[in-house]
Every structure is written in structure tokens, then in C-alpha cells.
């Protein structure tokens, strides 16, 4: 049996005789796709009946990509990449930078920075931390890090901070990286180039 099945205003022609199927009536495939596209199970739904070649057809799979971005975990929802040093602080907490994501309530995020801190003068202790919105946001995590280069000035030092999140509310969501010397004498900044760049990106990761 072949009819064709309006999808997100695509018509897909779907052929079958398969003993059980209920997907035949106009219409019926299309709210089923629609309906599991609000769950994220789009996929089991195309391999129970078979149907992934006849939707790829007509540019429907360009659509179901857009559909389910963002909605897969696992997927990252939000990137910032950073290829110029930051601002100079010392012993005030600064915000060195920042990513936006668009949250869905509910659900859990990790929150990534993956950066380098160089200072003008070896042995400063620096403590960086992954806030809410702002340098007054709420923590979600901290990292120390010990600037000392062996005489080697404005070296940069590693810092990889993993934070999770989950959303009270389903709306844009900025996270920032924040930085102060607790002890030492140099400048410290965010050391980053073009071809060393600092990161951070947000990955959403689980629904409860």
C-alpha cells in the first residue's frame, strides 16, 4: 500500500503491507513523527518501521537534524572560543570570559572551560571558578592553579574546570570563568592566540 504523507509540509511517499501496521491513514505518520520529535525519540520510531530512506527523501533530513538540535545528549548547545589575551587582574575577582547557551528546564548541562593562566612574575596561587551570570553569580566550581615557570615569565598553566548544571528555567544562560591571585606578586591573565586558543562550551548531557 503507497500513500503519501505530508511531513513538516514535505510529502513523503510511504509503501507498506507489513502485517500490524497502523501508519496508513493520511496524516497518521506525520503526528506520529511530530509527537516523538517532543520526547527525542525520533529514531526508535523510523527503525520500528522502517521508514528512514523513505524520509530521507525531499530534504526531510535536513529537517529532522534541525529538529533535534540540541535535543540528543550529548550534543554541545555552545561554544566559546577565545584567541587573544585577556585583561590583566591581581587580587580582585575578574571575569576573564564567558559562554551563553539557550536551556531547556530540566535538564542537565556540563559547563567546560579549558583555558591557560600566565602571570608577569612566577609563584602567584590563582583561584579560578565557574560562576552564574556574573563575577556575584553563584559558584559551580573552582580550580587552583600555581603560576611558576622556573624563571620563564607569563608561561601559560592549564586549567580545565567541568561544572554541571541544571536549568530552573528555559531561556538563554550565560556561565563565566573568574579569576583572582590569592598570593604572589604579578600581573595574571588569560593567555590565549590563534593558534593556542582557550575554550568553553556547554554540552547538555541528561533529562531526569
Known sequence: MTTQ?????????????????????????AQAVEDTLADGSLVPVLVAFGLGDALIANGFADKVLQDLDGRIPGQRIATEIITTNGSTFTTTETVLASVT???V????????????????ADGDLVISRIR?????????RDNYVIIDGGGSTARGFPVRIDAEYTAGSTGSK??????????GSGDVFLEASADNPAYLYVDYIRTP
Open 5 to 29: 504523507t505530508p511531513i513538516f509540509g514535505f510529502p513523503v511517499e510511504v509503501t507498506s503491507d507489513a502485517p500490524g501496521t497502523t501508519l496508513r491513514e493520511p496524516g497518521s505518520l
Open 101 to 103: 547557551a539557550d536551556l
Open 105 to 120: 528546564q530540566g535538564r542537565t548541562y556540563k559547563v567546560v572551560v579549558d583555558v591557560q593562566l600566565a602571570s608577569d
Open 132 to 140: 552564574e551570570d556574573d563575577v556575584n553569580g553563584d559558584q559551580l
Open 174 to 183: 550565560t556561565f563565566v570563568l573568574t579569576g583572582d591571585r590569592l598570593s
